[in-house]
């Protein structure tokens, strides 16, 4: 007898847990712009930012030596950096709320996406081909854009810059919901008068 609620209870354990893991890897069912949309709101943007445009959901080669050229070629320009990888479950919950803020802000403020440490550049192809975003991501498979730009504690992690090219702020973690992210924005990556 003792042993069958013994069992039981390790089975409710184990049900328990694996429920959880379900429940955090889902993505929230958060409507997104499609690419036309995106496109459409994002017409006659300023030239370095309509350069990002063109890119939208590529992902880059040359690693630190080109990400740092594009942070180069946005300077008097505020950059968002988000670092992320296709098989981090908390980058794919908050991506939309990056697609959508990256078409919000995307005429004033640069975004550019990381890719750190995918084992796999099809996976993350096709996770951007799922999460398309107005702006590219830079492959890092060893972590040298990560290291340079602050990403210390895991992913994602998103850096703000300042349009003189300083970094501003670093958010450790995903962020929870897009009202966060856009406060962050409205903080750290408006562009100064």
């Known amino acids: 007898m003792r042993a069958s609620f013994a069992a039981a209870g390790a089975l409710m354990l184990v049900t328990l847990a694996l429920a959880s893991l379900g429940c955090g890897s889902q993505e929230p069912d958060v409507p997104t712009p499609t690419p036309a949309e995106a496109r ?112 210390s504690t895991g992913l994602p992690t998103t850096v703000f810059y300042d349009a003189g090219g300083k970094v501003a702020f670093v958010h450790q973690g995903p962020y929870r919901d897009e009202q966060g992210l856009r406060a962050d924005i409205e903080r750290y990556a408006t562009p100064s008068s």
């Open 40 to 151: 459409a709101a994002l017409t006659r943007s300023p030239a370095p930012l309509a350069a990002l445009h063109r890119q939208a959901a590529q992902l880059l080669g040359g690693e630190l030596p080109a990400f740092r050229t594009r942070l180069d070629a946005l300077r008097g320009r505020p950059v968002v950096v988000n670092a992320w990888a296709s098989w981090c479950p908390p980058c794919r919950r908050e991506m939309p709320f990056f697609q959508r803020t990256a078409v919000r802000y995307g005429r004033r403020v640069a975004f550019l996406g990381i890719d750190v440490k995918d084992p796999d550049r099809e996976r993350a192809r096709t996770f951007m081909r799922k999460h398309w975003a107005p702006y590219p991501s830079y492959a890092d498979p060893d972590e040298e854009i990560a290291d340079e730009i602050g990403v």
